[in-house]
């Protein structure tokens, strides 16, 4: 309900004015923009709307360009803009529109810049605010802007990090506008503005495309301290917003007090005196969610004339034309269009039986994002290093990083060169574009006291004596890898080919697959068509499709009357994934679909049958004595292993033993960073799903510290109210809640403290506690119960942390968070947000960890947009690689480093007397370098890293979107330099470039000469 969120925010707004003046000439009577002035002419109100998330503020600002423009050009848009009526008289709002576009608008993750809100809102009752959209196509030169940005009070810096910088290089700008949410890069082309991107201001690089941002100017008058600025703030402040009072008012203290350093005293008075309007409060039982229209369109046609008979739809889009067949062909509905696809998030208003429909509803949000490719980035994102870090040095050794140094080689010549210091105090310059550097990572903790031990001295002969003793000693661990893999590569597997089946179990699935779902099933089939044993790893974050590929698979295996098994970890799962096969496949292969777990009183029988009998083709199972399925192996032409993280690798090895014939499916959400570094090395081929579903909702994440336990649970008990009761105090049956603690003690005293609260107010709630003490029938019957909704709060330790899909559970709470691991509070927070409904995750943690390693661990969570992906590097940089390899290969290891080893060992199984790093030697006298930008140190970081052509592409184009697309001759001839140094590495020693007939102002690749020795 993104799009009813703007309305009322729009509507609050104005039926606060009620009261005041009218504003309509504020501009013309000296007052602020945003100062609401009584019947006295006394200053009152401030107000500030803060949202969850960009899309509700980007929601905002484009309904006010829009009915803006709908109202100045007199377009009668007759059913939409009669029903805004219901909200908001429309002259009225014109009025106020100028009022309406300067209102400061931030989201939840931005708030902690709400003091740059306040000193630019302070004392500018006598200053006219200039403020301009600046959108593609605008005209302005790049020196025509910058002068703006000076004039707007901004600051030209090297690395942006905060509100009112920019910098400038070529003919780009980045610019940190104030109250955006990310900072944004302009591209100019001659006299007018390309493009506009946003970019991650850690990173550097783009990572959405918009058409439009606003520039504020900074207050240039002297500020106040932050006592002085929020004291005169206080009782004049009104907060609209989108969050719970509990989340907000949380929020707000937090950051007043440990961000602005207010005291406590200070910070609760202040938070008594501002005004926080809740918008769900003013938001009635008329007004309801869409229900899922993520449909095919065959489908979606008939459920919306099903659904909304009678209704009328006003519908955004500019690629939902076909939508209006419903109009043509059922008299009932009737639809109108409106071309227009930036909004997001409709709704059903069913007293006024009107349907608001956007095109991101049926078609999911904009894929503007710029998004990583997992097995692309994840070396150079793991290899990341930093001046000061330990790096492993190609043909030379270990030393430290201390930056790139601009050197001059000869009279008048530069050049820019990495600079290692190694054992000794010996400092070695190397040339960029012939060297390869990779982050040195052992398999323990590295303390200050050890890197001297560690340096070497910078030697070749000395780097490679190391290098063939280490090759020998990977025989062991290779030899096992092979031995493993061995019967299975030399194996014919068994072929399968589609059939009527897989075409009617894709036609039962409603919903639109994503690309990547679609990649992802193109791929296992493929897989499954080879005669190549498949050994194939699924990674997807929560939510986003993965058993709908593992579906696709079992179908084809299945219509050609072979067997599936499904293994997973643990028991509810198992009884998850059962009833979702036997739903889509009983129909057409009755009585095919069986379960083994010790829930099913029936287990036994099941697993005979599926051994003996040859109707029964799918067994989903917990841990089961693999040798019982011997007789059978040749039969089963599919394993799959759900959640293959949390099974061990014995066990994963004698799968690939037993089912020597059989294709190999693997499936996690968070692979540790050791499946990764064996699927990087081509021991495992890899799939990722990176696209998310298009009803899929990231669950809002709000962090919570409590001063003591008696607090805790007073905020637990907050959120149960918020989330599980109506107006009568009766529980609501669409709702239910996790509460996650790992200490099994307090869990009880938890439940007696809740159960003691409703039984005092005479309410009536259903609870139970889950942990592992427990006898394993009565866990599995509680879990099941749970399902079936008979509990409304489950209170449990981690312990159900595993891929569950209830969508009826929408609220997560994770008490004592700091007790919890990085991958396990990311699990957890993945139970919310199922199919298509809106979660929240509440993380609950001590106070007194504020401002600690702990804490920022935790806060870590509350980035917007958070991946699967972000969490395995994290976890990464917080905990090591881990048990990537054993303790008896760890000793040698640390010699050269796990990056180097692992090279050792993929060169060793691919029959190849090599390190995996050999590149030839770049010759020329070209003038090769990065131009000045306060990127061009990262930049050269992650070209020294590239190692594969896909990952030099990959930096190229970060490059050309930090530069622009008109590169320097100098930073063309690196780029080519480079590129011919990892694609003729293994096949040339040496590699001269340079142009011909020597013209020294040609920039095409083609212009090049390359020789080889």
Not at 165 to 174: F, K, M, P, S, W
Not at 545 to 550: A, P, Q, S
Not at 701 to 706: E, G, M
Request: aromatic share 14%.
């Amino acid at each position: 309900m993104y799009f009813l969120y703007t309305l009322k925010s729009i509507n609050l707004v104005l039926d606060k004015l009620k009261n005041c003046k009218t504003i309509k000439n504020y501009k013309n009577k000296n007052i602020s923009v945003n100062e609401i002035v009584n019947k006295n002419g006394v200053c009152e109100d401030f107000f500030i709307l803060v949202f969850s998330n960009e899309i509700l503020v980007q929601n905002y600002y484009n309904f006010i360009n829009f009915l803006e423009n709908k109202i100045e050009n007199k377009i009668n848009s007759n059913l939409f803009l009669n029903y805004l009526r219901r909200f908001f008289d429309l002259s009225e709002f014109y009025i106020n529109k100028d009022f309406f576009r300067d209102l400061p608008v931030l989201t939840y993750h931005n708030l902690n810049n709400l003091i740059y809100i306040l000193q630019n809102l302070y004392d500018t009752k006598n200053k006219e605010l200039l403020k301009k959209v600046v959108s593609v196509k605008d005209r302005y030169g790049i020196y025509d802007f910058i002068k703006i940005l000076e004039e707007y009070g901004y600051k030209r810096v090297g690395l942006i990090s905060q509100y009112f910088e920019y910098n400038t290089r070529g003919n780009i700008i980045d610019v940190f506008p104030y109250l955006s949410e990310y900072p944004v890069r302009i591209e100019f082309e001659d006299d007018y503005i390309e493009s506009i991107r946003y970019f991650d201001k850690d990173e550097f690089i783009s990572i959405k495309k918009i058409n439009s941002f606003v520039l504020l100017p900074k207050n240039q008058e002297n500020i106040l301290d932050n006592y002085k600025i929020f004291d005169y703030f206080t009782r004049k402040l009104n907060f609209i917003t989108d969050l719970s009072q509990e989340s907000f008012g949380n929020r707000l203290y937090f950051i007043l007090k440990n961000e602005y350093n207010l005291s406590h005293e200070f910070t609760k008075d202040f938070l008594s005196n501002v005004k926080i309007f809740h918008i769900d409060e003013f938001i009635k039982q008329e007004f309801s969610n869409l229900p899922d229209l993520s449909l095919k369109q065959s489908i979606l046609n008939e459920y919306i004339y099903k659904k909304f008979k009678g209704y009328k739809i006003i519908l955004f889009s500019k690629t939902l034309q076909d939508f209006i067949k419903i109009d043509s062909n059922y008299v009932d509905i009737s639809i109108e269009l409106i071309e227009n696809d930036e909004f997001v998030g409709g709704f059903v208003d069913n007293n006024y039986k009107i349907i608001i429909i956007t095109d991101a509803d049926v078609n999911g949000l904009s894929n503007n994002w710029i998004t990583k490719d997992l097995k692309r980035d994840f070396v150079i994102d793991i290899d990341k290093f930093e001046e000061g870090d330990l790096v492993v040095v190609d043909n030379l050794g270990i030393g430290i990083y201390l930056g790139i140094k601009n050197i001059e080689i000869k009279p008048g010549y530069h050049k820019d060169m990495a600079l290692v210091l190694f054992k000794n105090n010996k400092k070695v310059y190397l040339n960029i574009e012939n060297v390869y550097i990779h982050r040195y990572i052992a398999s323990k903790e590295i303390t200050e006291k050890l890197k001297e031990k560690i340096l070497s001295r910078p030697s070749l002969s000395e780097w490679n004596k190391k290098i063939r003793e280490l090759y020998i000693q990977t025989k062991d661990l290779a030899e096992t890898i092979l031995k493993i893999n061995a019967n299975r590569l030399n194996t014919k597997a068994i072929s399968f080919f589609k059939t009527d089946l897989e075409d009617f179990i894709s036609k039962d699935f409603v919903y639109k697959e994503t690309p990547d779902q679609l990649k992802a099933i193109n791929e296992v089939l493929k897989d499954l068509e080879s005669e190549i044993p498949a050994n194939r790893l699924i990674i997807g974050d929560t939510g986003y499709g993965k058993t709908e590929v593992l579906i696709r698979a079992i179908a084809r295996v299945i219509s050609n009357k072979y067997k599936v098994l499904f293994i997973v970890p643990s028991t509810v799962l198992a009884y998850q994934h059962y009833i979702t096969l036997y739903n889509r496949f009983n129909k057409y292969l009755p009585d095919s679909i069986r379960l083994y777990c010790s829930i099913e009183k029936d287990s036994n029988k099941n697993l005979k049958d599926f051994i003996e009998k040859e109707n029964v083709l799918v067994l989903v199972s917990t841990n089961l004595d693999l040798d019982k399925l011997r007789d059978i192996a040749n039969r089963v032409g599919l394993v799959i292993i759900d959640e293959e993280h949390l099974l061990g690798v014995l066990f994963k090895e004698k799968v690939k033993e037993i089912f020597v014939k059989s294709h190999i499916l693997m499936v996690s959400a968070t692979p540790i960073p050791r499946t990764l570094f064996l699927s990087l090395n081509s021991l495992i081929d890899t799939t990722v799903i990176s696209t998310p579903p298009v009803n899929y909702k990231q669950p809002f994440v709000f962090l919570f510290y409590f001063s003591d336990r008696r607090n805790a649970y007073e905020i637990l008990l907050s959120l149960i109210y918020r989330h599980l009761f109506n107006d009568s105090n009766l529980p609501n049956s669409k709702q239910q809640i996790y509460y996650i603690n790992n200490n099994i003690d307090e869990l009880y005293l938890i439940y007696r403290y809740l159960l003691e609260h409703f039984d005092k107010n005479n309410i009536k709630i259903r609870m139970n506690i889950l942990h592992s003490k427990l006898s394993r029938n009565l866990i599995e019957k509680i879990f099941i119960d749970f399902i079936n909704k008979k509990y409304d709060i489950i209170l449990s330790t981690t312990l159900m942390q595993s891929g569950l899909d209830n969508p009826n559970v929408n609220v997560m709470i994770i008490d004592n968070s700091h007790l919890l691991g990085l991958s396990q509070i990311y699990q957890l927070r993945g139970r919310v947000s199922r199919q298509g409904t809106q979660g929240y995750c509440y993380i609950l943690f001590p106070q007194d960890l504020v401002n600690t390693k702990t804490f920022e661990r935790i806060s870590f969570f509350e980035k917007e947009n958070l991946t699967n992906y972000d969490v395995v590097l994290k976890d990464l940089e917080l905990r090591g690689p881990g048990t990537l390899l054993s303790k008896k290969q760890s000793g040698y290891i640390d010699k050269i480093g796990v990056i180097q080893y692992l090279k050792l060992l993929s060169s060793y199984i691919n029959n190849s007397n090599q390190d995996g790093s050999n590149f030839p030697e770049v010759i020329t006298d070209l003038p090769m370098f990065l131009d000045e930008s306060p990127y061009k140190n990262i930049l050269y970081r992650k070209l020294i890293l590239a190692n594969t052509l896909e990952q030099f592409e990959s930096i190229k184009n970060q490059i050309i979107d930090i530069y622009g697309k008109k590169l320097s001759k100098n930073t063309k001839n690196l780029l080519f330099a480079i590129y011919n140094r990892i694609k003729y590495k293994g096949k040339a020693k040496k590699i001269f470039i340079k142009l011909k007939n020597n013209n020294k102002n040609n920039y095409n690749d083609d212009e090049y000469e390359v020789y080889f020795e």
